[in-house]
Structure formats: structure tokens, C-alpha cells
């Protein structure tokens, strides 16, 4: 059974960063890129990033260039995501997914993936 599991979300004031993780297990995980997505109230859920299988490319939305950053650890089954600079808009549930082993140019939609986890929660007040 394959398992994505988030952590690391939470509340910061503005201007704050935070880091999030997603372990996954009950897949081979360097054969997955991985995404990262957030869904705020009452929006679509929205693509942030999205890793190739061994981490050499990453993909952003234009919005969280220079703010967000994507990485994984595949000996310990785990992407991360790196965010700083936090505004009120970057409130939202934040997801991890797993997709084959491309980004391609449609990465960013949630269709094309796979796998997913439950969410955590980011909440950044002003």
C-alpha cells in the first residue's frame, strides 16, 4: 500500500519560513518525480513544484520562483519543500504526489498524478 505523509506545516507570522517533508513508502520511490500542490479555501488546488525521479530537475510555478525550493533524499524516501518569505495568500492544505518518472510540461496538472498524501495545514497570518 503506498503512503504519502506530510508534515512540517503549521502557523508563522509573515515574512516566516517553514519546511515541509513527505515520506513515502510502498513504492520505489526514485522511480517517481514528486510534486508538491496546495489548496487554499475555496480555490482549486494549485501546482507548486515538481522533481524529476533522481532530483536533477525541479519545475515551479511562476508565483513561488525565488521563494519556494524543492528537494528529495532518496536513501531516506523524502521530498521536501523549503519555503520562506511567507505571505497570507500562501495559506492553504499543502500535498505531495507522485507521478511517473518525468515532470513533462504539464506537471503541474493534478491529474497526471498518481499517488497522493492527506495534506498539511500552512497558515500564515499577517
Known amino acids: 500500500q503506498v503512503q504519502l505523509t506530510e508534515s512540517g506545516g503549521g502557523s508563522v507570522e509573515t515574512g516566516g519560513s517553514l519546511t515541509l517533508s513527505c515520506t513515502a513508502s510502498g513504492l520505489q520511490f526514485d522511480d517517481y518525480a514528486m510534486g508538491w500542490f496546495r489548496q487554499a479555501p475555496g480555490k482549486e488546488r494549485e501546482g507548486i513544484s515538481c522533481?524529476?525521479?533522481?532530483?536533477?530537475?525541479?519545475y515551479y510555478a511562476d508565483s513561488m520562483k525565488g521563494r519556494f525550493t524543492v528537494s528529495r533524499d532518496n536513501a531516506k524516501n523524502t521530498l521536501y519543500l523549503q519555503m520562506s518569505s511567507l505571505k497570507p495568500e500562501d495559506t492553504a492544505i499543502y500535498y505531495c504526489?507522485?507521478?511517473?518518472?518525468?515532470?513533462?510540461?504539464?506537471?503541474?496538472?493534478?491529474?497526471?498524478?498518481?499517488?497522493w498524501g492527506q495534506g498539511t495545514q500552512v497558515t500564515v497570518s499577517s
Open positions: 504526489a507522485a507521478r511517473g518518472p518525468y515532470c513533462s510540461g504539464h506537471w503541474s496538472d493534478a491529474e497526471d498524478y498518481k499517488y
Open positions: 522533481i524529476t525521479d533522481g532530483g536533477g530537475t525541479t
